[in-house]
């Protein structure tokens, strides 16, 4: 079986207490999948690291649990980090049948550069970071590029619609949804403040000084 490996083991230990295993260099982790009985299983944490680095959220892994003769196919479906220091919390494994379609959230990375951007007062606005998708576990691609090199003038566009796809690939995302817009950049202009003076404020009457 391609992929990585990461192996896995049953873990008694649950809810609060699960920070006592945190401590030791290990991270609780959970299986779950269509028709598939839901596990709470444990792993080592540097070997985690390294599997979540190679295949992000997207690659299928091998998972090895305890005695089995044979590793589950999975992909994380889930990845929760402390706020504060980022450290691990615990991660979600989804495994997945022959056959079965799955659905997943694809980053999408912008490449190649906008030759409207060389123009001045010019900008580049992303409003869509991830899109989602549907196909077989072995199809899901781990990013999806959008290529800027067409964006030549001012208000140009590219939505969902523009992106080829593979035919593999099925979008459960509106596919009006924009994703980048070119926009000129705003100019705000300092409103002089006028004083009117009205006439006989202009020179101010000598004081008298007074007399003996």
């Known amino acids: 079986m391609e992929g990585?490996?990461?192996?896995?083991?049953?873990?008694?230990?649950?809810?609060?207490?699960?920070r006592f295993l945190r401590r030791q260099g290990i991270t609780p982790v959970h299986l779950f999948?269509?028709?598939?009985?839901?596990?709470?299983?444990?792993c080592d944490t540097a070997q985690l690291q390294r599997i979540i680095?190679?295949?992000?959220?997207?690659?299928?892994?091998?998972?090895?649990?305890?005695?089995?003769k044979h590793p589950r196919s999975v992909f994380i479906r889930e990845i929760q980090r402390n706020v504060i220091n980022r450290d691990l919390l615990h991660v979600d494994f989804y495994q997945i049948r022959k056959g079965e379609k799955v659905?997943?959230?694809?980053?999408?990375?912008?490449?190649?550069?906008?030759?409207?951007l060389k123009l001045k007062g010019c900008s580049l606005m992303q409003t869509l970071n991830t899109l989602s998708i549907e196909c077989m576990p072995d199809k899901l691609?781990?990013?999806?590029?959008?290529?800027?090199?067409s964006l030549e003038e001012i208000a140009q566009t590219i939505h969902i619609r523009d992106i080829p796809l593979s035919p593999d690939i099925t979008l459960t995302t509106d596919p009006d949804q924009l994703i980048v817009k070119v926009s000129e950049?705003?100019?705000e202009k300092e409103e002089e403040e006028v004083v009117v003076v009205e006439e006989g404020e202009a020179e101010a009457e000598p004081e008298q000084q007074p007399t003996d």
């Open 4 to 18: 990585l490996t990461l192996q896995t083991t049953s873990r008694n230990v649950l809810g609060k207490k699960t």
């Open 33 to 42: 999948g269509h028709n598939v009985e839901s596990l709470a299983l444990q």
């Open 53 to 68: 680095a190679q295949t992000g959220m997207t690659k299928l892994i091998n998972l090895e649990i305890d005695k089995e």
């Open 103 to 116: 659905k997943a959230e694809i980053p999408i990375v912008l490449v190649g550069e906008a030759p409207v």
């Open 141 to 149: 691609p781990p990013q999806i590029d959008v290529d800027l090199s």
């Open 185 to 187: 950049a705003v100019v």
